[in-house]
């Protein structure tokens, strides 16, 4: 079975309480955490602050996606403020850190996870598989919300899958940007098994109709 992982920058973040409770009233068991640092990623968002104060009104499971510079860094704060999943770009840092990082997060209990932007080749997170418990495929260009579905991402989503079944089946695929009930069927017929949404999600009128249609 698929889950759906509202993504909560697409809430209002005048009202984050509220729109955290509209999104597991409505049934969802994950909430997406976009990290940006201004620098890996040309936009700015939530820190470790948030992740914190998330943790201490939701028993949701944190999927929380570091679009930063060198995260090793910080990756201890995130596990201590507690994220269940933290992923981590494969273009973020060397080959070396990257490794040592995915150690340092598994070694906190928490879940590891590798993110490629669109540009980037399944082949590239071949090495890393076996550290990783989720692996994310961007389908749109990392930084901002609202962006379109790029479709020309599913025969990579599709390698990967492969790569995953074969090396660490029990490793999840999820997929990010520009996703709704439509794109949703394809990148689910091409071996995602977890989907991130904000916009569509919070801005769909019936949004139990919209987690069950995503999760089904």
Not at 31 to 44: K, T, Y
Request: charged fraction near 25%; proline fraction near 4%.
């Amino acid at each position: 079975m698929a889950i759906l992982s509202p993504s909560i920058l697409a809430a209002d973040v005048l009202a984050l309480g509220n729109d955290i409770k509209v999104a597991t009233d409505a049934g969802a068991k994950w909430l997406h955490v976009d990290v940006m640092d201004g620098s890996f990623v040309p936009n700015l968002s939530f820190g470790y602050s948030v992740v914190d104060a998330l943790r201490k009104i939701t028993d949701a499971i944190l999927d929380v996606h570091l679009m930063i510079d060198k995260p090793i860094r910080y990756v201890d704060n995130f596990c201590s403020a507690g994220a269940d999943y933290l992923t981590v770009h494969v273009e973020s840092d060397t080959k070396e850190n990257i490794e040592e990082t995915l150690d340092k997060i598994n070694a906190h209990g928490v879940k590891a996870g590798i993110s490629v932007k669109p540009k980037t080749t399944a082949e590239e997170i071949k090495p890393y598989i076996q550290k990783c418990s989720i692996i994310l495929v961007m389908t749109v260009e990392p930084g901002f919300g609202g962006q379109s579905f790029m479709a020309d991402m599913m025969p990579k989503l599709k390698e990967i899958r492969n790569l995953i079944n074969d090396i660490n089946p029990d490793c999840r695929l999820e997929v990010d940007g520009g996703i709704d009930l439509v794109t949703a069927k394809t990148v689910k017929e091409n071996g995602a098994d977890t989907l991130v949404a904000g916009s569509a999600f919070y801005k769909a009128v019936d949004k139990r109709a919209f987690v069950e249609e995503i999760e089904k």
